[in-house]
């Protein structure tokens, strides 16, 4: 069964449940105009900060719980499958290059990634099961940190090339620096709210606030006293 047929059984499954307390009810686009990064939005926040994570699988409970004491070493040196990469060129502020090791862990179910640093890359795996979907090169200079390139395996939604890329700055911007900022959105799933909601859950968890067709690796964060991104 495709991604997209899963999560249209769950948005199905959803809307049998009372719309007036139904999360994905709350799900709604947001204008331009009227959010601080100037762009379309899909709030997912509610659905986002109020969804629990859970597995039918105990075998996926367990390699979740294991995983937690990993150090990302299986990660090094690794690809993922069917990789293909990408050249880029995503800054980030100057900083001392951090000791290798993992950047982010999962504190629970609810947050889908770890991030590990060795030899020169990033490494982004998903926090369930290990598998490793991104690699990034980084480069630490004087004056910024640069990801010069981005390999990640294929998915029927990552047709646009430049969609890993938007990922990839998303997770460093979302979960190592933990700014608030929204994440990609890929085109398959067309423009149906609720399914683009699930799709973010399933990528980003409680992490995946706003989601956007723009571009967001030029999207800065909002200011410091509207931390919480952009008001509902």
């Not at 294991?66 to 990789?83: D, F, M, T, V």
Request: glycine share 8%; charged share 25%.
């Amino acid at each position: 069964m495709s991604l997209w047929s899963r999560l249209r059984g769950s948005v199905q499954g959803a809307l049998g449940r009372s719309a007036r307390d139904e999360p994905l009810s709350r799900v709604r686009w947001i204008d331009a105009h009227d959010n601080p990064f100037g762009v379309e939005l899909l709030d997912c926040r509610s659905f986002a900060q109020s969804m629990l994570a859970v597995s039918g699988d105990p075998r996926v409970a367990e390699s979740y719980a294991l995983l937690r004491a990993s150090l990302g070493e299986e990660c090094r040196g690794q690809a993922p499958h069917n990789p293909e990469t990408h050249d880029c060129d995503l800054r980030y502020p100057a900083a001392t290059e951090p000791p290798e090791g993992p950047l982010f862990k999962s504190g629970d179910m609810e947050e889908k990634w770890d991030i590990y640093h060795y030899d020169g890359n990033l490494y982004f795996a998903r926090s369930w099961t290990g598998e490793l979907s991104y690699r990034a090169q980084v480069e630490f200079r004087e004056d910024a940190t640069n990801i010069v390139a981005v390999t990640a395996g294929r998915a029927p939604f990552e047709a646009d090339p430049h969609y890993p890329i938007a990922v990839v700055d998303f997770l460093i911007r979302s979960h190592v620096f933990g700014l608030a900022v929204p994440h990609p959105l890929p085109e398959s799933p067309g423009r149906d709210p609720r399914q683009l909601a699930l799709f973010s859950f399933s990528q980003y968890g409680r992490r995946g606030w706003y989601g956007t067709f723009a571009d967001t690796t030029g999207l800065q964060p909002p200011a410091l006293e509207d931390a919480e991104g952009p008001k509902a």
